[in-house]
């Protein structure tokens, strides 16, 4: 069965410093992998998204994410993080099979001091 | 316009009771899922409708009772409301079943039983 492993469940950086949400997938197949951004109080939405193509994947307002097979990592950067990037972040993996169904990690929550 | 709205935003009710959140998607997609994001923010499918055929069921209560008029509409029925059904309701669509299409996320029900 495919997974992910969000191997944080808080972040803590200071605006204008880089960000690092690590994420590790488990897949039998070549996966495709997501990042989805949940600010408080409202619904999800996609950053980015991972489909065999490029394996570096860039995404809404400055986010990028890198699939490397070998250590099976999907990371999600930012060089210089933004008050408003504070939000709760989802590494997201789609299984194989009938269907699109989506396979939430559980969360990295993003902090940004002044 | 909302491309993926749900209602009631907030939803508190007593155990035993039976409620109904609703959900409409302006985006003219075939495909609408219902997830349940628990008190640990994990996020899981419920239910997945393609052009109002049932596609995805997971392994959920039959007290939880999807319901597709249209595929512009999925709403869920619950039953005999219990505590553990407290969490938040997300409704989300994507264009189609096919694996890898962007879901769209509307804002959340928050249900509490009491």
């Known amino acids: 069965a495919q997974s992910v492993t969000q191997l944080d469940s808080h972040v803590s950086v200071s605006e204008g410093t880089p960000v690092l949400l690590r994420c590790n997938y488990s897949?039998?197949?070549?996966?495709?992998l997501f990042w989805y951004v949940q600010h408080p109080n409202k619904g999800l939405q996609l950053l980015l998204k991972?489909?065999?193509?490029?394996?570096l994947v860039k995404g809404i307002n400055g986010f990028e994410a890198e699939f490397k097979k070998s250590e099976t990592s999907f990371h999600l950067t930012k060089p210089s993080a933004h008050m408003s990037d504070a939000a709760e972040y989802f590494c997201?993996?789609?299984?194989?099979?009938?269907?699109?169904?989506?396979?939430f990690g559980a969360g990295t929550i993003l902090r940004v001091k002044s | 316009d909302t491309a993926v709205s749900q209602t009631p935003k907030y939803l508190v009710t007593q155990m035993g009771n039976d409620k109904s959140i609703k959900c409409e998607q302006n985006?003219?997609?075939?495909?609408m899922y219902w997830y349940k994001q628990d008190s640990k923010k994990f996020l899981k499918i419920m239910f997945s409708?393609?052009?109002?055929?049932?596609?995805i069921n997971e392994t959920v209560p039959n007290r939880f009772s999807p319901k597709s008029p249209d595929k512009a509409h999925l709403n869920l029925h619950i039953n005999s409301l219990e505590l553990g059904d407290s969490a938040v309701y997300f409704c989300a669509s994507s264009a189609s079943r096919v694996k890898d299409t962007e879901a769209f996320f509307g804002q959340g029900t928050r249900l509490t039983v009491v």
């Open positions: 985006l003219g997609h075939d495909t």
């Open positions: 409708y393609n052009n109002k055929e049932l596609i």
């Open positions: 897949s039998s197949y070549s996966p495709s």
């Open positions: 991972y489909t065999s193509a490029a394996t």
């Open positions: 997201v993996v789609t299984t194989q099979g009938y269907g699109n169904k989506l396979v």
